[in-house]
């Protein structure tokens, strides 16, 4: 099962980059990357996007414009881009980043009442 890890952003660029390369060396490679930026300068969207076209695993970024602190509502528009029904939130300056396959196949067993 494909999971989405979905990243809160806001430009610190050196600080997602960091983030990005330990997911990219995750043993569990199964997601894809959805960066919820809550509105980073123009210049910090073009080294995402320029960036993310190299990048080993699908990176989709959703920006908003910069209206003060609105990380909620960015992360509601990540996650409706998100091609998986697992999603993993984690923060854009976390330098450890560790991803726990076994969680995946857990959620989907049937919850005991």
């Given amino acids: 099962m494909k999971a989405t890890v ?15 390369a330990g997911l990219e060396r995750q043993s569990f490679q199964n997601f894809e990357i959805v960066i919820a ?10 080294k ?4 993310a076209s190299n ?5 989709i970024h959703v920006w908003h414009e910069d209206k003060g602190f609105r990380k909620n509502k ?3 528009r990540a996650i409706k881009v ?9 923060d854009g ?5 560790r991803l726990n396959s076994s969680h995946i196949p857990l959620s989907r067993m049937p919850s005991s009442a």
Avoid: H, M, P, W
């Fill in 55 to 59: 990048f080993s695993i699908d990176i």
């Fill in 6 to 20: 979905i990243i809160s952003f806001y430009e610190k660029f050196e600080y997602l980059k960091l983030v990005l």
């Fill in 93 to 97: 300056d976390r330098k450890s980043t």
């Fill in 37 to 46: 930026d809550d509105g980073s300068k123009q210049e910090t969207v073009t």
């Fill in 74 to 76: 960015i992360l509601n």
């Fill in 82 to 90: 998100a091609n998986s029904d697992y999603l993993i939130f984690i």
């Fill in 48 to 51: 995402i996007e320029e960036f």
